[in-house]
């Protein structure tokens, strides 16, 4: 293993180069493997070290101790990977991430992992409004409860909530799959154009233009596989949400007619 004192660091926490930034070096390395704790670095330290270690040291699996819910963690990981947080991520946490594979032991808080593009983020407890906003592709698992909002502007990929969701999840939906195995509150798939939601608990309000689909063998093979993927054990029964394509055309709709869809 090394650890070694302070050091100059060339990437800041977008990718842009800045010769003067310094960060201690705090990790323990092992091979591929690194750890370090997080408790008495600021936000940008912690994503120079990360950057530093996959992309000028070349670690495939980093462990990061006590993240202390700082916000904007792990944001901008654009390599295949895996980090563990050991502990509870703020707001924006894994954010336009494009390829690692994530763990979180504690909770996040709003707009975790917007504008995800590929990858799989597994968090072990409850997660803040706005989850996988403007999600694109990879695997967002949630073990607690979903706030409000959840997958709005969803482009693709997958949502799985094991507990409930709160009111206007999946608004705006365009693509994608949305799997909740608790209750949905409501305004659920408001105004979505594409994408399937389930849900295995109540539904309190469908939202505009969101209506019960059929259910095919193409929908218990998907759901049986990625509950056996992350080791959820059996599905439970689910009711298939999708779009009624009422909105298609809302723009050449005279205004009599806007009331009525809506």
């Not at 947080?85 to 504690?106: A, K, N, Q, R, W």
Request: hydrophobic letters at 35%.
């Amino acid at each position: 293993m090394e650890a070694v004192g302070e050091r100059k660091i060339t990437y800041d926490a977008r990718g842009l180069v800045e010769p003067d930034a310094t960060v201690p070096n705090v990790s323990e390395v092992d091979g591929a493997t690194a750890v370090f704790d997080a408790a008495k670095l600021t936000t940008r330290q912690i994503n120079l070290e990360l950057k530093n270690l996959l992309y000028e040291r070349s670690i495939t699996d980093v462990t990061v101790k006590n993240p202390g819910a700082k916000h904007s963690l792990g944001v901008g990981i654009l390599t295949r990977c895996k980090i563990t947080f050991e502990g509870s991520l703020g707001y924006f946490g894994c954010g336009v991430i494009d390829g690692p594979e994530v763990h979180i032991t504690g909770r996040v808080g709003w707009s975790a992992c917007e504008n995800m593009m590929s990858g799989v983020v597994v968090i072990e407890g409850n997660a803040g409004s706005l989850t996988g906003a403007a999600l694109r592709g990879g695997d967002l698992v949630v073990k607690g409860r979903a706030g409000a909002r959840s997958g709005i502007d969803q482009k693709g990929g997958l949502i799985l909530t094991m507990g409930s969701v709160g009111s206007m999840t999946g608004f705006m939906m365009q693509r994608g799959r949305q799997i909740i195995c608790g209750d949905a509150g409501p305004g659920l798939g408001d105004s979505m154009y594409d994408g399937t939601i389930y849900v295995a608990g109540k539904v309190k309000a469908l939202g505009i233009d969101c209506v019960p689909g059929e259910w095919t063998d193409a929908d218990t093979e998907y759901i049986d596989r990625k509950f056996g993927i992350y080791g959820l054990g059996s599905p439970p029964e689910f009711q298939k949400f999708v779009c009624g394509k009422k909105l298609y055309n809302y723009d050449n709709l005279e205004p009599s007619e806007r009331k009525l869809v809506l």
